[in-house]
């Protein structure tokens, strides 16, 4: 598990390969600091992940590390949704396994292009 909050590349984490362009992946949108791109096993019609370049295990280690940057991810989250023409969507961080973490690399889902249930399972 690429468990570590150091910002720095992780050698066995996937999305700091994505991030590398060493794994490909269909990109939405790329900033400096963040890149957004289509989740493989899509939930909605849109499904999008948005993470931070730099290596965190998950949206709490990102928030405590680095707020800046925190604030990128969810604005990337924002312009995704108007990219993609989003009247409604959701936008969503597993944060452990309980939860359905599988990827430990901060992400956030934006979930859209459907009617989606409340609460959510
Ligand atoms: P989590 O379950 O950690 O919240 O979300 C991880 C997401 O990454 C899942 O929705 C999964 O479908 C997606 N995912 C896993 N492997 C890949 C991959 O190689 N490429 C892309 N684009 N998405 C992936
Ligand atoms: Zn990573």
């Given at each position: 598990?690429?468990?570590?909050?150091?910002?720095?590349?992780?050698?066995?984490?996937?999305?700091?390969?994505?991030?590398?362009?060493?794994?490909?992946?269909?990109?939405?949108?790329?900033?400096?600091?963040?890149?957004?791109?289509?989740?493989?096993?899509?939930?909605?019609p849109t499904h999008v992940?948005?993470?931070?370049?730099?290596?965190?295990?998950?949206a709490a280690a990102l928030?405590?590390?680095?707020?800046?940057?925190?604030?990128?991810?969810?604005?990337?989250?924002?312009?995704?949704?108007?990219?993609?023409?989003?009247?409604?969507?959701?936008?969503?961080?597993?944060?452990?396994?309980?939860?359905?973490?599988?990827?430990?690399?901060?992400?956030?889902?934006?979930?859209?292009?459907?009617?989606?249930?409340?609460?959510?399972?």
């Amino acid at each position: 598990m690429s468990g570590d909050t150091t910002g720095q590349p992780q050698d066995d984490c996937l999305f700091c390969k994505i991030v590398a362009g060493e794994i490909p992946a269909t990109l939405v949108r790329e900033t400096e600091t963040t890149v957004a791109f289509r989740d493989i096993n899509p939930q909605a019609p849109t499904h999008v992940l948005v993470i931070p370049k730099a290596h965190h295990k998950d949206a709490a280690a990102l928030a405590a590390a680095d707020p800046a940057l925190t604030a990128d991810v969810l604005r990337e989250t924002a312009a995704v949704a108007e990219q993609e023409q989003l009247e409604s969507y959701r936008t969503v961080f597993n944060t452990g396994a309980g939860a359905g973490q599988t990827v430990w690399h901060a992400h956030a889902h934006v979930i859209g292009g459907r009617g989606l249930q409340w609460p959510p399972g």
